[in-house]
């Protein structure tokens, strides 16, 4: 079925629709967000009830975004005739199947809105495009189509993600409808400066001292590959958190004549993080990282198991249940 049609289909469905779940996925970003609060926005404003769902609670750096404080991590499922997930690159990515085990199962109908070629296409209805650059851009694409005027606010929300996914313009996945996009939603007032201030150009000094900690550390393989660890004691020597390593990556994956950066670190509840970026066409890291319960896109991936880092002559990701060897650099 062609986009479009499945773009009537997505709207029939919601149309119909009383009270809607609109869900983003765990350890939220900017395009999950913007997606999900452009989409509750549109849809408050023709009479629907919408609740926002994410099993983590979003970063404040994204405390710019409207309805930012309305996300709930618990709910009655029966509560709801309508389901939209966003920017979930596969079903466990909501987290709440744990929660919920009946949550794909209801019988309550689910959009399912994604550009990652790992999503399993769950939904009742998938806008799946995997050459999107984001899901804010199938989001706005399916506004465009069906002819809502976008506000000051939904543009916002939709830039924040457009911005966020093409690392600030910055990342292959920039292309001429990128421009166009931004353009338009920059002409009825999305909040760029705002947008760019609070994604790019905002640090505390934990942040910048944990960022240290992560450009110190890092070395390069035999095979060319940028590595760097946090483990989890190194947050407190910081006074830091995990979520203040978002963006360090970027930098790990500027090392020139390299095949891929990846940082690896704990969080504080027994799991190892790896996150990946390249810059190369032939390297496709969502088939990497799929091995370990990951996903993503061909140039930025990543996966999170539990387990440990420990370090000896390499470091080596070690699985609490069988103590077995999963990874090593």
């Known amino acids: 079925m062609e986009m479009n049609e499945l773009f009537k289909k997505a709207n029939d469905g919601l149309m119909k629709a009383s009270r809607v779940l609109v869900v983003s996925h765990r350890k939220p970003d900017s395009d999950t967000l913007g997606a999900a609060i452009a989409v509750k926005i549109w849809l408050e404003k023709v009479g629907k009830i919408v609740t926002l769902a994410c099993a983590d609670k979003p970063s404040r750096v994204f405390s710019f975004l409207p309805s930012i404080k309305e996300y709930r991590d618990e709910f009655e499922l029966k509560d709801f005739d309508y389901i939209v997930c966003v920017d979930c690159g596969a079903s466990y990515m909501t987290n709440f ?6 949550f794909f199962t ?6 399912n809105i994604d550009h ?3 999503n399993d296409n769950f939904g009742t209805i998938n806008l799946v495009d995997i050459s999107a650059p984001s899901a804010t851009t199938i989001v706005y694409r399916f506004f465009k189509f069906i002819g809502i005027e976008i506000d000051k606010d939904i543009a916002t929300c939709l830039l924040s993600g457009v911005y966020s996914d093409t690392g600030s313009f910055m990342h292959s996945n920039t292309c001429q409808e990128v421009f166009e996009i931004a353009a338009d939603l920059i002409s009825v007032g999305a909040d760029f400066k705002t947008i760019v201030k609070s994604l790019f150009k905002s640090n505390t000094v934990t942040g910048l001292k944990l960022w240290g900690r992560v450009l110190e550390k890092a070395f390069k393989t035999p095979d060319d590959v940028v590595v760097s660890v946090i483990k989890e004691d190194e947050y407190s020597t910081c006074d830091a958190s995990p979520d203040q390593l978002s963006g360090v ?3 790990l994956n500027m090392v020139p004549d390299t095949r891929f950066a990846v940082l690896l670190n704990e969080d504080r509840n027994g799991n190892v993080k790896g996150s990946f970026r390249t810059r ?6 969502s088939k ?4 370990f319960g990951g996903g993503g896109h061909p140039k ?3 996966f999170s198991m539990k387990g440990k880092l420990v370090e000896e002559m390499k470091y080596s990701i070690i699985d609490e249940n069988s103590n077995k060897k999963i990874l090593e650099f």
Not at 97 to 102: G, N
Not at 288 to 291: A, E, L, P, T
């Open 116 to 118: 990652h070629a790992s």
């Open 249 to 251: 990556i970027d930098y």
């Open 106 to 111: 209801s019988g309550i109908p689910i959009l």
């Open 288 to 291: 990497i990282v799929s091995d």
């Open 280 to 285: 190369l066409d032939d390297i496709d890291l």
């Open 97 to 102: 199947h744990l929660k919920y085990p009946d």
């Open 300 to 302: 930025a991936s990543g």
